[in-house]
């Protein structure tokens, strides 16, 4: 499927920084991060329908934007190499805007697009939604510990690890108003995931343990609905670890597009 054309219509706000993300999912979860933040003034999310429209849905979208962030999964042990690849295809997608890209030397995969003939420039980011190791111990007896690490990673892959933090599933529960243990519904996901390792189904990604999450605290519906409600229910020392990082890019970006600031340590 193409990605989605953009025009100059009402649908396309200018002079707003612009996150892109894979699908609608992260859509979802991003928006519920920005709101849990207080960034959703000036701020668009828009879904490139899969990674491989990233560049293209980039082109048509940055002659608008005051700044652009990609979000997007990756593979945590080829994550320089698809980030070059990403780079690559975003400069092969804008040479008909007859445009430089240049890198932010002071920030970690940062750009700047500068359209030659327009006297404009603007920044972009390419974050990667990795799962740094700290990250991937589960509680489930070393049974389902090992299979995050071979997962490629992404939002929901940093959602499901907070799934398992015991705060959470509680404020998950009281959501719902559900008189339980968040320690035997923790217990209850292990077993299950467990017994359906033992009859050989595979689980080669966040999704099946996700959707797992939202049943047993009676969260449904899309994964990014299970996900919003997730990142709601985070304390805020689990909304900083995982989404810090996130926030204070956005927060430069909006920044940036107000007066030229050093941009934020990763």
């Known amino acids: ?24 999912d992260d859509k979802n979860i991003i928006k519920k991060i920005l709101e849990r933040s207080g960034l959703t003034q000036d701020i668009e999310v828009r879904y490139a329908e899969g990674f491989a429209n990233i560049p293209q ?10 700044g652009i962030l990609v ?37 970690m995969f940062g750009y700047i697009i500068k359209f030659l003939n327009r ?15 700290d990250f991937l111990a589960q509680p489930c007896a070393g049974i389902f510990d090992p299979l995050p690490a071979t997962w490629p990673h992404g939002l929901l892959d940093l959602i499901l690890s907070a799934s398992f ?19 035997k519904i923790l217990n209850k996901i292990c077993e299950i995931l467990v017994l359906l390792q033992r009859q050989g189904i595979s689980i080669s990604s966040a999704k099946l343990p996700l959707s797992l ?6 969260h449904y519906g ?10 709601e229910a985070m304390s805020e020392e689990e909304f900083q670890r995982r989404f810090g990082t996130l926030v204070r890019l956005v927060q430069w970006l909006k920044k ?5 600031k050093e941009p934020p340590s990763s």
Request: cysteine-free; aromatic content about 6%; charged content about 20%.
């Open 165 to 183: 933090d015991i705060v959470t599933l509680e404020n998950l529960l009281n959501r719902r108003k559900i008189d339980l243990d968040a320690a």
């Open 256 to 260: 940036q597009a107000q007066s030229p």
């Open 1 to 24: 499927m193409s990605a989605p054309t953009l025009t100059g219509s009402s649908d396309t706000p200018s002079g707003r920084i612009w996150i892109i993300v894979e699908g609608p």
């Open 119 to 133: 006297r404009k420039e603007i920044p972009l980011i390419l974050y990667p939604a990795y799962i740094p190791d």
């Open 222 to 231: 899309s994964l990014g609905v299970v996900g919003s409600a997730i990142v």
């Open 213 to 218: 999450v939202g049943a047993l605290t009676h």
């Open 57 to 66: 849905t980039i082109s048509q979208t940055a002659r608008y934007a005051a």
């Open 71 to 107: 979000i997007f999964d990756i593979d945590r042990d080829q994550i320089e190499a698809r980030i070059q690849n990403l780079y690559h295809s975003i400069w092969e997608n804008m040479l008909k805007e007859n445009v430089s890209i240049e890198r932010m030397p002071t920030i």
